[in-house]
T-cell receptor
Framework: KNQVEQSPQSLIILEGKNCTLQ??????????LRWYKQDTGRGPVSLTI?????NTKSNGRYTATLDADTKQSSLHITASQLSDSASYIC?????????FGKGTRLHILP | GAVVSQHPSWVICKSGTSVKIECRSL??????MFWYRQFPKQSLMLMAT?????????EQGVEKDKFLINHASLTLSTLTVTSAHPEDSSFYIC??????????????FGNGTRLTVT
């Protein structure tokens, strides 16, 4: 069954700290994996997109990793800011389908 | 900047009325657009795939007569919630792939429409 599982479901950290969000998937055949940031009441915004051959991709303070062998991805946020408070959604694509994870809700405390 | 414009951002309507939501791709053409529904603290649920010039493809369990989709041009898709009921209250989001592949091109999302049916 094609699934995308994200952990933790929610996370609270202090401003300035780093954190790592996890995404495990069973989607096959795999096409690409994307991370999105969704602010409350807004549409998702793309952070990174990685294909099978890519291990890591950065976008500012966001760094995504992909291990296609173990079907795991992570999103690392460095030096968190209050504006990083949002839901982070892992999305895995096949050639004919887009599968969304349920997201990790991240709260940054001052 | 935003490449997919969704309108309105929020709407309140009375039970039994219909509501139209527009989704426009800016600066690119989209033969396919996707419509999602999102409940609080839940993931996006695909409702239907809108295809320019042809009928939309609905996901299992989504009533096509209730959620009318029209993709009349390469930059505009509309979702009409007909005879709305309070249980239709939700956050509706559209997305459009920017490229020739619906599933491998960059996917841009609108900012969503908060629908409240009273």
């Amino acid at each position: 069954k094609n699934q995308v599982e994200q952990s933790p479901q929610s996370l609270i950290i202090l401003e300035g700290k780093n954190c790592t969000l996890q995404c495990n998937y069973t989607v096959s055949p795999f096409s690409n994996l994307r991370w999105y940031k969704q602010d409350t009441g807004r549409g998702p915004v793309s952070l990174t997109i990685m294909t099978f051959s890519e291990n890591t991709k950065s976008n500012g303070r966001y760094t995504a990793t992909l291990d296609a062998d173990t079907k795991q991805s992570s999103l690392h946020i460095t030096a968190s800011q209050l504006s990083d408070s949002a839901s982070y959604i892992c999305v895995v694509t096949r050639d004919d389908k887009i599968i969304f994870g349920k997201g990790t809700r991240l709260h940054i405390l001052p | 900047g935003a490449v997919v414009s969704q309108h309105p951002s929020w709407v309140i309507c009375k039970s039994g009325t219909s509501v139209k939501i527009e989704c426009r791709s800016l600066d690119f053409q989209a033969t396919t657009m996707f419509w999602y529904r999102q409940f609080p603290k839940q993931s996006l649920m695909l409702m239907a795939t809108s295809n320019e010039g042809s009928k939309a493809t609905y996901e299992q369990g989504v009533e096509k007569d209730k959620f009318l989709i029209n993709h009349a041009s390469l930059t505009l898709s509309t979702l009409t919630v007909t005879s709305a009921h309070p249980e239709d209250s939700s956050f509706y989001i559209c997305s459009a792939p920017q490229g020739t592949s619906s599933y491998n091109s960059p996917l841009h999302f609108g900012n969503g429409t908060r629908l409240t049916v009273t």
